[in-house]
């Protein structure tokens, strides 16, 4: 009777467990590809602005955004398997301070207008 | 309370039946005791089966919700970005406030479009029901023709929909047409079913505020794809 038992558990189980995880799971994948587009996008756009001012298309600022924008590419902001996730965005909102400062543009000041209620 | 009597009576009947009967009685008890048991076993198996159930599946169902959030999230945080660009953009500019607030009603829109879809993930697996939409428009304190009645068919909800956009589209014509928050127009759009809510909408506002910040739209080149 356990094993009757048992069977019909496991399959309301499996249901139950596919269901609870995909929730957490997209809230988790949420937040990061949040944060991560909102890093692309911000850099997108400053190349583009940057690249319109001669004098800055071969700044420091053009290379440290170069380098955001490599390494957020190459970051696997959809694999929940990535074992680096942590240090790899630790680097990248490092990456992106470093910008910040570069362009003068508080980082802060840029968060906060967010008001999405997703805490970075 | 049939149950009290049904408890009372049972055994008073059996005592009758069964006073000088005691195998039959304690047959009785066994087979009682038994059902018992084999019950408890069945519960028991039950949950431990839940536990492996779940247990089994709950990674593979984070990992497939991952993946899904973060797909559907991204480029709402992307023009989340590029907008902030914009705006820092102005600030180290000294542009008009006027932009700059039209930037800061932007990003707000976007904040509240990837709430929605959060608020949606979270509920991910359960259809979008028609009073769960209700429900979310009123919590946004949005809707100004929600009618008290809950139970509201289909074909009622469709026509609240149209109601809406309808009184959006008016709101964007008319003079007063900047008392109209966007978000307003936000659920609307949602409402309708739109593959990407809103983001269509806001990037359109994006590409006109670039043009007269007097940028090449090539800044929202990136944003092509949404």
Redesign the interface.
Known sequence: ??????????????????????????????????????????????K??LH?DASERDSRKMRVLESLMGMIEKFP?????YDRLHEDLDRIRGKFRQLCSL????PD??MS??????SF | MSWVQAASSTPSAADEEDVFDEEADESLLVQREWRNH?QR?????????????????????????????????????????????????C??HDNSSTLISEI?SL??A???C??Y??KH?????SQPHVVDLLDSIEDMDLCHVVPDKKKIDETKDERLCENNAEFNKNCGKSPSGKDCSYLERCTTQEHSHSENPNLAWILEQTASLVKQLG??T??????KQL
């Not at chain 1, 207008?113 to 997703?118: H, R, T």
């Not at chain 2, 090539?218 to 944003?223: A, E, G, I, N």
């Open positions: 009777f356990h094993g009757e038992g048992y069977q019909e558990g496991y399959e309301d189980g499996s249901s139950l467990g596919r269901i609870e995880g995909r929730q957490h799971g997209a809230l988790r994948g949420a937040k990061i590809g949040s944060e991560i587009g909102c890093y692309q996008g911000f850099a997108f756009a400053w583009h602005l319109s902001y959809d694999d929940p398997a362009l003068n543009v508080q000041f840029k207008a967010e008001g999405s209620g997703l | 084999m076993r069945i519960k028991e198996g039950y949950r431990d089966g839940l536990d492996a159930g779940k247990a089994v599946t709950l990674q593979q169902g984070f990992n497939q919700g991952y993946k899904e959030g973060a797909e559907v999230i991204i480029n709402y945080g992307q023009l989340r970005g590029t907008l902030s660009a914009l705006l820092s953009w600030h180290l800061n990003l707000d976007v904040g509240q990837e709430e879809v959060l993930l979270k509920s991910i697996t940028i090449s090539d800044v929202l080149q990136h944003l």
